[in-house]
């Protein structure tokens, strides 16, 4: 499994070389995405993918049901280097039709650590 998912990246690396042969040496230079993008990470939604981007245009930071939590060191560590760092122009926050962490949370059953996680949306959730 594992051999065939390092053969599927040679291949696509080997696809970019042939269409951008500058893009691999732009990229290891420096990145200067313009968007850092703060999405789900239900495997059916990439950012690059869903938004039409390249390799070094988005700077993505992924977690159960998109939240922003202000407590959350990984993202806001990650917004930080996006902004101060990187220079990114917008910032987004990106949901998708049936996150599985949204629905979870509006649910009434328990899911144990990831409960703890998406208690902001439940709590919104019974608000409203």
Same mark, same amino acid.
């Given at each position: 499994?594992?051999?065939?998912?390092?053969?599927?990246?040679?291949?696509?690396?080997?696809?970019?070389?042939?269409?951008?042969?500058?893009?691999?040496?732009?990229?290891?230079?420096?990145?200067?995405?313009?968007?850092?993008?703060?999405?789900?990470?239900?495997?059916?939604?990439? @950012?690059?993918?869903?938004? *039409?981007?390249?390799?070094?245009? +988005?700077?993505? %930071?992924?977690?159960?049901?998109? $939240?922003?939590? =202000?407590?959350?060191?990984?993202l806001l560590?990650?917004?930080?280097? @996006?902004?101060?760092?990187? *220079?990114?122009?917008?910032?987004? +926050?990106?949901? %998708?039709?049936?996150?599985?962490? $949204?629905?979870? =949370?509006?649910?009434?059953?328990?899911?144990?650590?990831?409960?703890?996680?998406?208690?902001?949306?439940?709590?919104?959730?019974?608000?409203?």
């Amino acid at each position: 499994m594992v051999e065939a998912l390092l053969r599927r990246n040679a291949t696509w690396a080997e696809g970019i070389a042939r269409t951008d042969p500058g893009l691999f040496p732009r990229l290891a230079a420096q990145q200067a995405p313009e968007f850092f993008w703060i999405g789900c990470s239900d495997s059916r939604v990439p @950012a690059n993918v869903v938004a *039409g981007l390249d390799p070094g245009e +988005v700077f993505v %930071h992924r977690n159960v049901a998109n $939240v922003v939590h =202000s407590s959350d060191l990984n993202l806001l560590s990650a917004l930080e280097f @996006a902004v101060e760092a990187l *220079g990114v122009r917008d910032i987004i +926050v990106c949901g %998708h039709y049936g996150c599985g962490g $949204v629905r979870a =949370s509006c649910e009434n059953a328990h899911h144990r650590l990831v409960d703890h996680w998406i208690e902001p949306i439940r709590r919104l959730s019974v608000q409203h």
